[in-house]
């Protein structure tokens, strides 16, 4: 794996402290040129005029945004938009107490997701003070571009956009959140981002090549460039290589095991088990797909009650969900979150939008229950309890639920095999340890009885 390094952080990347909000990214999100305000004061053709300077200033972030070429100013230590975002995805000092960066919670060395495990057993993420913690598990910020913008179709189907509620349009709008965010990264306002920004000459030098001379002189133009910036880091192919042994299977070089080939046979299934239904978004054996099809469904996941009064939350919370979106007022997308991709799954635990679930076999028969009418299908394997009622029990998709055969073993275990197919490459270590890592407790158990 490549080796990564924060910017501007006085200690090692990997924070001691946990922080997962809707994360790495927040509710207070700008529009991309959300805070430019900018008039209507631009030409037909939709080209700024050069007498409207922040037209002209937006104009210059949007062209940057689209073309992220290379900067002709030899002295700029950043040559491209992707890679100053790069650098902004690192920086610790773009939070209140220079604790924290957007690879805080979506660090590239553990799939892009956060790897403090001991700190709220995984399930939330610790903010930049230390104390407070979101409500919502971190999402893998892998594959995260492939993601259509927040829409809603003509049939009135909502699909798309960043966040588990999809609040934010696209990556940069997502961007600007956490920085924002005062159980995140604790800034006041985007002058207060800026002025740090400020601090390091890199950053003043390359955004006035990157972008426009002036930049510099609207904080709300400077911090919109910023996020377009971390959206462009983002793009790049270290967040989606396609290069899984399932992509390695797409193109004849690799060859699966029995056990793998029967979780695909069943995943692609519509008649036993209907997981491609909302896991499939190109036609099959296509390349590129990335296993989420983008829209909004309430599955019935319960509460993390446990772990929310451990971290001394409030165990009745009830999260609204998609209904959290400012675009959406109607009540019946209550307790409905985005589909997410399946890449990488195997090695992103804990699940769910609440991270209840910290076993891949758990997820599987959760959905298993729907269709199983076995005593065994109906008991949680991680509390060896009853499952617990749904968070929102009112909105349940049961109709795609309910579609399929009741699992045995045999084929749960096919599914989680198939499952681990889709780990890119770089994180193939990260799966064998947790393999083996397995095996030892297993063994250790035995040696106790």
């Known amino acids: 794996m490549n080796s990564f390094t924060f910017k501007n952080q006085p200690f090692l990347p990997v924070l001691p402290g946990p922080w997962r909000n809707s994360v790495m990214a927040c509710g207070l999100a700008l529009a991309v040129f959300?805070?430019?305000?900018?008039?209507?004061?631009?030409?037909?053709?939709?080209?700024?005029?050069?007498?409207?300077?922040?037209?002209?200033?937006?104009?210059?972030?949007?062209?940057?945004?689209?073309?992220?070429?290379?900067?002709?100013?030899?002295?700029?230590?950043?040559?491209?938009?992707?890679?100053?975002?790069?650098?902004?995805?690192?920086?610790?000092?773009?939070?209140?107490?220079?604790?924290?960066?957007?690879?805080?919670?979506?660090?590239?060395?553990?799939?892009?997701?956060?790897?403090?495990?001991?700190i709220a057993n995984g399930s939330f993420s610790m903010g930049d003070d230390g104390a407070s913690f979101g409500d919502r598990n971190a999402p893998m910020a892998a594959y995260a571009a492939q993601a259509p913008d927040f829409h809603i179709t003509k049939e009135g189907i909502p699909v798309g956009g960043q966040f588990w509620d999809g609040r934010a349009k696209g990556l940069a709008e997502q961007a600007g959140g956490p920085p924002l965010n005062p159980v995140e990264m604790g800034m006041g306002s985007a002058h207060d981002v800026v002025s740090r920004l400020k601090e390091d000459q890199d950053y003043v030098t390359a955004f006035k090549a990157l972008f426009e001379q002036?930049?510099?002189?609207?904080?709300?133009?400077?911090?919109?460039?910023?996020?377009?910036?971390?959206?462009?880091?983002?793009?790049?192919?270290?967040?989606?290589?396609?290069?899984?042994?399932?992509?390695?299977?797409?193109?004849?070089?690799?060859?699966?095991?029995?056990?793998?080939?029967?979780?695909?046979?069943?995943?692609?299934?519509?008649?036993?088990?209907?997981?491609?239904?909302?896991?499939?978004?190109?036609?099959?054996?296509?390349?590129?797909?990335?296993?989420?099809?983008?829209?909004?469904?309430?599955?019935?996941?319960?509460?993390?009650?446990?772990?929310?009064?451990?971290?001394?939350?409030?165990?009745?919370?009830?999260?609204n969900g998609l209904l959290d979106n400012p675009a959406i007022t109607d009540t019946?997308?209550?307790?409905?979150?985005?589909?997410?991709?399946?890449?990488?799954?195997?090695?992103?635990?804990?699940?769910?939008?609440?991270?209840?679930?910290?076993?891949?076999?758990?997820v599987i028969r959760f959905y298993n229950k729907y269709n199983s009418r076995s005593e065994a299908a109906q008991i949680?394997?991680?509390?060896?309890?009853?499952?617990?009622?749904?968070?929102?029990p009112e909105t349940i998709s049961m109709t795609e639920?309910?579609?399929?055969?009741?699992?045995?073993?045999?084929?749960?275990?096919?599914?989680v095999a198939f499952l681990k197919t889709l780990t890119d490459k770089r994180y193939e270590p990260l799966l064998a340890a947790q393999e083996q890592a397995a095996k030892d407790a297993k063994a250790a158990k035995s040696a106790q009885n």
């Open 401 to 415: 639920l309910e579609k399929g055969d009741a699992l045995d073993s045999r084929r749960e275990n096919a599914l």
């Open 34 to 118: 959300g805070g430019l305000a900018i008039p209507a004061q631009a030409a037909d053709n939709g080209v700024a005029t050069q007498s409207d300077p922040v037209s002209a200033r937006a104009a210059a972030i949007a062209i940057a945004a689209a073309n992220d070429q290379p900067s002709a100013d030899e002295s700029v230590a950043f040559k491209t938009l992707s890679e100053l975002g790069e650098a902004l995805y690192f920086d610790t000092s773009l939070s209140k107490n220079r604790t924290m960066a957007c690879a805080t919670c979506h660090d590239p060395e553990t799939a892009f997701r956060d790897p403090r495990d001991t």
């Open 214 to 319: 002036n930049i510099w002189d609207d904080d709300d133009a400077a911090f919109a460039a910023m996020t377009q910036a971390i959206a462009a880091f983002e793009k790049t192919d270290q967040f989606a290589p396609f290069d899984s042994k399932y992509d390695r299977w797409l193109r004849g070089a690799y060859k699966m095991t029995p056990n793998e080939e029967l979780g695909r046979v069943l995943f692609f299934s519509q008649q036993f088990t209907n997981c491609n239904a909302c896991h499939q978004i190109k036609a099959a054996g296509a390349e590129g797909e990335t296993f989420t099809n983008y829209q909004y469904h309430n599955i019935g996941v319960p509460q993390n009650r446990a772990q929310r009064v451990a971290d001394g939350q409030n165990p009745d919370f009830v999260d």
């Open 380 to 392: 949680n394997n991680e509390t060896q309890k009853p499952w617990a009622a749904p968070e929102v």
């Open 332 to 362: 019946s997308f209550k307790g409905k979150y985005k589909v997410p991709s399946l890449r990488n799954v195997a090695v992103t635990a804990p699940y769910m939008h609440n991270g209840v679930f910290h076993d891949l076999k758990t």
